[in-house]
C-alpha cells in the first residue's frame, strides 16, 4: 500500500462539510481507510461516496453520529470495528460557533457550544481508547482553534470551548505516554477557513460575504482567509508517522495571527 497514512483506520467527526469533509478526503487519499461521522447522516454519506469514487471501493464509510450522546459515540465505535476492522486515527473536528459577548451569549447556547465543542471531544477520546490501543500506533486530532489560544471580546463561548479543547488534548497526550502506549495527542488552531462555519459570520453582519471575506483576510498576517485542505495537510502529518515524535502539542495554522 502506498501512502502517507497507508493502512491506518481513521475516524473523522462533522465530515458532512467543510474541515471534516476535506480531512477525510485527504486521509483517503493517503492511503487511510475513512469512518464519515455527522448528525447530518446524508452528508457524511455523500462524503464517503466521494471517497470511494476517487479512491476506490471500501474506503468512505458513514454513519449518523450525535457527538454529544455517548450512546451515539457507542455506536460509532462499533461500526469503526465492524467496518474498518479497527481504528488508528481519530479526528476529533465536528464544532459549532457560540454567538455573542459576555452580556448577549445566552446560557443555551454557551451550553450546546460546550457539548458540541468539548464534551465531544471527551466523549471521543475515552470511548475510541480502548479499540485504539489494538491498533498501535495511533494518533487523536482534536480541533481546536486559534480562538482557543488568543482571545476576543466578541466570543467567550467559543473563546472558551476551544481553549477546554487544547488542554484537554496535553493531559490524554500525557495520559496514554504514561501508560506507556504509542497512541499521540495533539490538537490543530486553524484561523478563519472558508468553510460553511463562516457563514454565520456572514449572516450576522448582514453584508455582503465578499465584503466579509475580505475584512477577515486583512486581520491576518498572510492577508487571505485559509481553505480546508490547509488544515486537511496539517491533519494527515499529526495522523502519520511522519510525527511520530510529537504530542501534546499544538500544531497553529493562523496565517501568522499568534505571532503578532
Avoid at 501512502?3 to 478526503?25: D, E, H, I, S
Avoid at 462524503?47 to 458513514?62: N, Q, R, V
Avoid at 460557533?97 to 448577549?104: K, L, R, V
Avoid at 495554522?253 to 505571532?259: E, V
Wanted: some cysteine.
Amino acid at each position: 500500500m502506498n501512502g502517507r497514512v497507508a493502512g491506518k483506520l481513521a475516524l473523522v467527526t462533522g465530515a458532512a462539510q467543510g474541515l471534516g469533509a476535506a480531512q477525510a478526503r485527504m486521509l483517503a487519499r493517503h492511503g487511510a481507510r475513512v469512518l464519515c461521522t455527522d448528525i447530518n447522516e446524508a452528508g457524511a454519506r455523500e462524503t464517503a461516496a466521494a471517497i470511494d469514487a476517487e479512491c476506490g471501493a471500501g474506503t468512505g464509510f458513514a454513519i449518523r453520529h450525535d457527538v454529544t450522546s455517548p450512546e451515539h459515540w457507542d455506536a460509532a465505535i462499533a461500526e469503526a470495528q465492524g467496518s474498518l476492522g479497527g481504528l488508528s486515527v481519530l479526528v476529533n473536528n465536528a464544532g459549532v460557533g457560540i454567538p455573542g459577548n459576555i452580556e448577549t451569549c445566552t446560557y443555551e447556547d454557551w451550553q450546546r457550544g460546550f457539548a458540541i465543542n468539548v464534551d465531544s471531544v471527551f466523549l471521543g477520546c475515552q470511548k475510541a481508547l480502548p479499540l485504539m490501543k489494538e491498533s498501535q500506533p495511533g494518533s487523536i486530532v482534536n480541533i481546536s482553534s486559534i480562538a482557543g489560544l488568543i482571545a476576543s471580546d466578541t466570543m467567550p463561548g467559543y473563546n472558551a470551548s476551544k481553549a477546554a479543547v487544547w488542554m484537554l488534548t496535553k493531559s490524554v497526550a500525557l495520559y496514554c505516554a504514561k501508560m506507556g502506549w504509542n497512541i499521540r495527542c495533539n490538537s490543530v488552531h486553524p484561523t478563519f477557513i472558508d468553510t460553511p462555519i463562516l457563514d454565520g459570520i456572514v449572516a450576522r453582519s448582514g453584508k455582503d460575504k465578499a465584503v466579509v471575506m475580505d475584512k477577515l483576510a486583512r486581520q491576518i498576517p498572510l492577508q487571505r482567509v485559509g481553505e480546508p485542505d490547509d488544515i486537511a495537510n496539517g491533519v494527515l502529518y499529526l495522523a502519520s508517522d511522519e510525527s511520530k515524535f510529537m504530542t501534546g502539542a499544538e500544531l497553529k495554522l493562523d496565517g501568522g495571527i499568534s505571532a503578532m
